[in-house]
């Protein structure tokens, strides 16, 4: 929780990102209105709805907000590329890390794009909810969130009419959620950010894609080990290898069971 304190300091600190893509919004009344809306994100407000982050903000009605989120004209990645240099300036270091990871949301209807019952990881089961893979830059003077993507899954991307009516632009395809953190990995390593290496959690590790990438970058990768299945056999130590017996055919290899520690 955000106590007065820290609100504070947010609201002192956020000048300099404001100045930053406030040219982003084309209107006087827009850079308002965002300015409102990321200090009413960052504030003390318990429940961060539409009614109480305008509340937050002194405004009568969430309508003002709404708008600057559903009908205004600017575009999110270019504010997101500023972002990018931001956090380079204040925060980059040679030995920069990229950390990679998805996140869910709960939801209740069927409207909110990428909606669908799927394994949410903050809820620790499977729920109606949105997935989000994020992307955070850390080094040893602090740490920022830096790129997104919401995960959409097949049921949504088939359904050509269900995604217009979620605005969802026809050129969104479907991608599974490591083919979505390679993309922000590359945004990344074209922005002003310095990185040295990337971690992520297993699923991203599988991705040889990625992989290949980071090597031919020289960008080293650290990704969590993938479950082993319950009933997966397991040798004790590495076991070595003999070939058949006399009259097989060929050099056939066998792995002999290891008898005791190696």
Known sequence: MIDDLADAT??????????????RFGRADLRRRMRDYVRALVSPVGRK????????????????????????????????????????????EADGVLILDDTGFVKKGTTSAGVQ???SGTAGRTENC????????ATTRGRALVDREL????????DRDRCRAAKIP?????????ELARAMVLRALASPLPIAWVTADAACGQEWRLRRMLEETAVRLRAGR??????????????PLHAGAEGGMGEALVRRRCQGPA
Do not use: M
């Open 49 to 92: 709805n539409g009614w109480q982050l305008a509340e937050h903000a002194g405004h009568r009605t969430p309508d003002g907000l709404q708008r600057l989120l559903n009908g205004a004209t600017w575009n999110a990645d270019d504010v997101r590329d500023d972002l990018q240099t931001y956090v380079a300036d204040n925060l980059g």
């Open 151 to 158: 995960y959409l899954p097949k049921s949504w991307t088939d």
């Open 130 to 137: 949105q997935i989000g893979v994020f992307a955070a830059y």
């Open 226 to 239: 993938p479950e082993v299945p319950a009933d997966t056999a397991l040798w004790p130590c590495r076991p």
């Open 10 to 23: 947010w609201d002192r600190e956020l000048d300099d990102p404001f100045l930053r893509i406030g040219h």
């Open 170 to 178: 026809d050129e969104r395809t479907f991608a599974t959620k490591p």
């Open 117 to 119: 019952r799927q394994y």
